[in-house]
Nanobody
Framework: QVQLVESGGGLVQAGGSLRLSCAAS????????MGWFRQAPGKEREFVAG?????WYSDSVKGRFIISRDNAKNTLFLQMNSLKPEDTAVYYC????????????????WGKGTLVTVSS
């Protein structure tokens, strides 16, 4: 069992930055592939970034967002730069046994999410 708790969301102007964190419980954090998904109002949940032995990014955030993890502190991060209004969404931390999954159905554990609002 893995419990995930996100933090760091908030309101930011377009062009600004935010850093999301995800604190994970358990002693097997390093064995999980981790990722960030997001869900905007009226839209389906979508993959944003993932990390295991390498990193993956959706085309919409590539070059602006950076995913990283600190296994010693059981923490996942998402540095979001050059934010756009279309980045507005609830951001979810995700853990998957094995490799990174790019679809919500493949995720084993979810956090409750943190809201990011980007104003124009």
């Amino acid at each position: 069992q893995v419990q995930l708790v996100e933090s760091g969301g908030g309101l930011v102007q377009a062009g600004g930055s935010l850093r999301l964190s995800c604190a994970a419980s358990g002693r097997t954090f390093s064995r999980y592939a981790m990722g960030w998904f997001r869900q905007a109002p009226g839209k389906e949940r979508e993959f944003v970034a993932g990390i295991s032995w390498k990193t993956w990014y959706s085309d919409s955030v590539k070059g602006r967002f950076i995913i990283s993890r600190d296994n010693a502190k059981n923490t996942l991060f998402l540095q979001m730069n050059s934010l756009k209004p279309e980045d507005t969404a609830v951001y979810y931390c995700a853990a998957t046994a094995g490799t990174v999954t790019f679809t919500p159905s493949g995720v084993d554990y979810w956090g409750k999410g943190t809201l990011v609002t980007v104003s124009s």
